[in-house]
Nanobody, 124 residues
């Protein structure tokens, strides 16, 4: 079992930055691939980035590849999503998720555990 708590969201102006955190509990956290997703109002939840259990591999959606960076600190049981050059269209609820899956998995249905989400609002 893995429990995830997302945090770090907030209101930021366009061009600004935020760092989201995903704090995990559970003895086997370090075995899981961790992904970040977001869901805008009225839209489906979409994949953003994922990182392997060791942190040695990461994978990004093309839309955020040059602006977002995913990292993890297994000693702190925490995964981060650094978001730079934010745009109004980045406004959404952001979720982290965990699964015993391949790093390139982008389907939300393949992830087993989810955080509660953190709101990110980017003003123009």
């Amino acid at each position: 079992q893995v429990q995830l708590v997302d945090s770090g969201g907030g209101l930021v102006q366009a061009g600004g930055s935020l760092r989201l955190s995903c704090a995990a509990s559970g003895r086997t956290f370090s075995s899981y691939t961790i992904g970040w997703f977001r869901q805008a109002p009225g839209k489906e939840r979409v994949f953003l980035a994922a990182i392997s259990w060791s942190g040695g591999m990461s994978y990004y959606a093309g839309s955020v590849k040059d602006r977002f960076t995913i990292s993890r600190d297994n000693a702190k049981n925490t995964v981060y999503l650094q978001m730079n050059s934010l745009k109004p269209e980045d406004t959404a609820v952001y979720y982290c998720a965990a699964g015993l899956i391949e790093i390139g998995t982008t389907s939300q249905y393949e992830y087993d555990y989810w955080g509660q989400g953190t709101q990110v609002t980017v003003s123009s």
